[in-house]
């Protein structure tokens, strides 16, 4: 077989000009990235070993580094699984991953935040491409385990790549040999790279040995694997160093745990909740990022079986001698072992997180901005753990004008106050300014604002907090008479007719509305809308609707505040078709103060220019 060169796909090509550009003011992350593909591929070929004996390596499992001052390169070479030709243009060649295109997007937006920039591309998995902000030309000499042929793969990273049989001596595995700009002369000088591996790759397993230019070798890393280290022997800078690195992260972690739990069940974790949310956490192909070790062998970084989906931001190691190691990928997933384990992790990850919110509300609240929303999926769908999650959420609170928990709710309830009352909308500020709260102000019960679209669903679905019924102040049937400020509970002012307002926009609004009723609650504002007996809270239904367009909804209640002065003046207002005119603009305006648009803009508009030109006749 002859050279063959390929074109990158296009989206390869903008990945690598974004990384070349975008990254450059920190470019030794390259050498980071490079190291722990190269520990992966040893992990892997240790794994298949378990079941192909042909595959595994006879002697040392090592990484080592060379440089060349003089020819300005740097190599790094591993005995992992290697590469097949076809692998070569696959892996480096392609991006063979869903999620490309909002990927390219989010990277796009990046740019300018180098954090948020490189965080995207680590996440991402193109870590090798970094190799290109150092490098004019990148050599990969790959053999892979089981074959006879090695291949070299050639790129200067700019419209494509060389993949050409080679006859150079190689074992089975990887050699990276990159021939460095101008500008990075740095990363040919030994100082400077084994200052590199000690701060970014001083935790991988495998032994990383640097080749000095006379032949004598010198391990650069520690080489052992930090989860097994007591905890008292680790620093917070170790753990920083090993969160970033293995995890390709940039923030610092928001809560470490290592744990080991011995007896009848034995497992280490090592565990992060990071501090900023990944740019797919709301990817549905999103996993949680656990590697799972079997007697510190690594099985496979794609484990979902041990945390439940509502925490798939945590990331970690776990590493267990209680299952065998030569079991299937499926069945270690379906494995008893892990389910009690699952329940055991869960529990110290809500536990730590219960501590953070008792020692640092303020913190964690930055938290929650980050994760909230996808903690609360939780509450939703995790029914085994639901009260404890319910116990480390965050809920805006109308009386305090902040983030509260359900407890600090439940103990601030009024006199004789035993439901927990809220109001969901499409912003805070505009459910602040909405009429349904008037009645609740004025007794000084306190109401719980709710913004995300799931805040609906789960308090629909878990229904209670302890011993208290949540109740939807535009759904729910409820009675304010006794709660509160009892001097308030009676109104002392003027009232219309009670009938006669009644059956006036029960004549002109006909079959829109479900119901007419007088409003026990309302103080400011003149009407407002409720759901019906059967209706549903009015963010379900946008949220059907927005699913569905046919989607209707139901007919809604209108509430009249009798003691409004233009509902008193009502009977006054001029012609049958001016207070026709006038109940169909009051009904409109119920509807705007809930986030809706005007069933009719145009009548609406006739509505009130009628309305106004019968105020200056």
């Known amino acids: 077989m002859t050279k063959v060169f390929k074109n990158f796909e296009a989206d390869t090509g903008k990945i690598l000009n974004i990384v070349i550009n975008s990254l450059y003011s920190d470019r030794e992350i390259f050498l980071r990235e490079l190291l722990s593909n190269a520990s992966d591929a040893i992990q892997k070929r240790r794994y298949l070993g378990q079941t192909d004996p042909a595959v595994l390596n006879a002697g040392e499992d090592r990484i080592t580094l060379r440089v060349d001052a003089k020819k300005k390169t740097l190599e790094i070479e591993d005995s992992g699984i290697g590469l097949s030709e076809i692998e070569l243009a696959e892996t480096l060649g392609t991006l063979a991953k869903s999620g490309t295109e909002s990927f390219l997007k989010d990277l796009e937006n990046a740019k300018e935040d180098k954090d948020a920039a490189r965080s995207l591309i680590g996440k991402f998995g193109v870590g090798f491409y970094s190799a290109f902000m150092v490098a004019e030309k990148v050599e990969v000499l790959t053999k892979k385990a089981g074959t006879e042929n090695a291949f070299l793969w050639t790129s200067d990273g700019q419209s494509g790549y060389e993949i050409e049989p080679s006859n150079e001596a190689q074992e089975t595995g990887t050699r990276i040999r990159l021939h460095l700009k101008k500008d990075a002369k740095e990363f040919a000088e030994e100082a400077r790279v084994k200052t590199i591996v000690k701060k970014y790759s001083d935790h991988i397993s495998v032994g990383i040995h640097f080749i000095a230019e006379d032949g004598t070798s010198e391990q650069a890393n520690k080489g052992d694997a930090l989860w097994t280290r007591s905890p008292k022997d680790i620093s917070d800078e170790d753990y920083k160093n090993f969160y970033q690195s293995h995890f390709m992260a940039f923030d610092d972690p928001f809560i470490t745990l290592h744990n080991r739990s011995e007896g009848t069940l034995e497992f280490t974790n090592l565990l992060f909740v990071p501090s900023r949310a990944p740019f797919d956490l709301y990817d549905p192909e999103r996993k949680s990022k656990l590697s799972l070790y079997i007697n510190r062998v690594f099985i496979t970084n794609d484990l979902d079986a041990v945390l439940p989906k509502w925490l798939r931001f945590v990331q970690g190691i776990l590493d267990t001698t209680s299952l065998d190691l030569n079991v299937s990928r499926e069945l270690v997933q379906s494995s008893p072992v892990l389910g009690k384990i699952k329940k055991s992790i869960t529990k110290r990850v809500i536990g730590e997180l219960q501590k953070k919110l008792k020692n640092d509300a303020t913190a964690y609240d930055a938290f929650w901005a980050q994760f909230g929303r996808v903690i609360k999926e939780g509450l939703y769908e995790d029914f085994e753990n639901r009260d404890k999650v319910a116990e480390i959420a965050r809920v805006y609170s109308r009386k305090s004008g902040g983030n509260i928990t359900l407890q600090d709710y439940v103990d601030g309830f009024a006199s004789d106050q035993k439901d ?7 912003t805070i500020e505009q459910a602040k300014r909405s009429p349904h709260l008037e009645g609740f102000d004025a007794r000084g019960i306190d109401v719980l604002l709710m913004t995300d679209p799931i805040d609906t669903f789960w308090m629909s679905q878990m229904g209670r907090f302890k011993d ?9 049937q409820y009675d304010l008479e006794g709660i509160g400020n009892a001097q308030d509970s009676e109104s002392s002012t003027e009232k219309a007719d009670e009938s006669q307002v009644i059956a006036l926009f029960k004549a002109h609004l006909g079959e829109v509305v479900e119901d007419v009723k007088a409003s026990s609650t309302l103080k400011q504002s003149p009407v407002r809308l409720v759901a019906g007996t059967t209706g549903l809270d009015f963010n379900m239904e946008r949220i059907l609707k ?5 989607f209707e909804g139901s007919k809604k209640i ?12 009502l009977d006054d207002m001029g012609d049958a078709e001016t207070k026709a005119a006038l109940c169909r603009v009051l009904l409109e305006q119920a509807k705007i103060a809930d986030g809706e648009l005007p069933a009719d803009a145009q009548q609406f508009s006739a509505d009130i220019i009628k309305i106004g030109l019968s105020s200056v006749s």
């Not at 927990?420 to 499409?426: E, F, G, V």
Request: hydrophobic share 40%; no cysteine; net charge negative.
């Open 468 to 476: 208290h019924n949540f109740v939807s102040i535009v759904r729910d």
């Open 546 to 550: 927005a699913q569905n367009p046919d």
């Open 420 to 426: 927990i009352y809220y109001l969901t909308a499409d």
């Open 558 to 569: 209108l509430e009249v505040n009798l003691s409004h002065e233009l509902i008193r003046k």
